[in-house]
């Protein structure tokens, strides 16, 4: 309990940003493993943290040149690829090693020891600010209020293209929208959180949801509460034990996902695991 509160009492900020973070991610993450584009995810992150560098070197405010070098990026990754030899996936790989080396080659001349470098560029949750919390919020509820809002032609935007094109459904112009809010969500994201827990998000916590249901809505709601008991966990156990937050987060992430697959272990073992003859009398 003394850990809770001091928790609580020395890092709200943090708190509240995660809590957001991890619901806006893991509700986009959903749409991001149906959509089949998982590698989305860690590509838009490193975008964010070349942004960031370019925002060091150019001097302006870090979360404006991330979201400016994310939408960027969203903009081209809308192009359809899937007609031409070179896969989406091939681009993403290809953005992701561009922009990991620009963002350390960027800062690498800073002054700034290697720790510096890594909290400039991809940001820890525990020192989150009362600005990070507003951009956050300013930028991730809306996010969140549009995907709901607009949730049904996402939906068949995602799952069944065909059939969204028989009831006239602009498939292009919805994911082109949904991309961009990935985009703005990973952009603010990283910056606070940090590539490898943003992706975290995106994809672990809502693999869980998508473990223990096939229902779309209660997917999001269980994706979204995993998230949450991860962050607070992570972050309950980060300042009990002096651990690094986003890992612990991760971590925390990872083990709630593998409790969510053994339901399903156990099915497969009940299937396949052949049951012992009776002994004979």
């Known amino acids: 309990m003394n850990n809770v509160s001091m928790l609580l009492e020395n890092f709200p900020h943090a708190v509240a940003g995660g809590f957001i973070i991890a619901a806006a991610c893991s509700i986009l993450g959903v749409f991001v493993i149906l959509k089949r584009v998982v ?79 890594q909290a400039l560029l991809y940001g820890d949750l525990i020192f989150t600010t009362p600005h990070d919390l507003i951009v956050i919020i300013s930028v991730l509820i809306p996010v969140v209020l549009y995907l709901l809002m607009f949730l049904r032609p996402t939906v068949y935007t995602f799952i069944d293209r065909e059939a969204a094109k028989v009831l006239k459904v602009k498939t292009s112009l919805w994911e082109f929208l949904f991309f961009v809010a990935l985009g703005l969500t990973v ?55 002096d651990l690094p937050t986003n890992h612990t987060i991760a971590a925390s992430t990872c083990l709630l996902f593998a409790i969510a697959c053994l339901p399903t272990l156990i099915s497969w073992l009940k299937t396949t695991v052949p049951t012992p003859l009776s002994s004979r009398t």
């Open 39 to 117: 590698f989305i995810g860690v590509a838009l992150s490193q975008v964010a943290a070349a942004g960031v560098a370019v925002s060091f070197v150019m001097a302006i405010h870090p979360y404006i040149g991330a979201a400016l070098l994310t939408l960027v990026t969203v903009i081209l990754l809308s192009y359809p690829f899937e007609s031409h030899r070179i896969s989406r996936d091939a681009i993403l790989g290809i953005i992701f090693v561009v922009a990991s080396a620009l963002s350390i080659l960027i800062v690498s001349k800073s002054g700034f020891g290697l720790h510096e470098v």
């Open 187 to 241: 952009s603010v994201s990283s910056r606070t959180a940090g590539a490898l827990l943003v992706f975290c998000y995106l994809v672990v916590a809502s693999s869980a949801g998508l473990m223990l249901s096939r229902r779309l809505g209660l997917v999001l709601i269980i994706s979204t509460i995993a998230a949450f008991i991860a962050t607070f966990t992570g972050m309950y156990l980060a300042v009990g034990y």
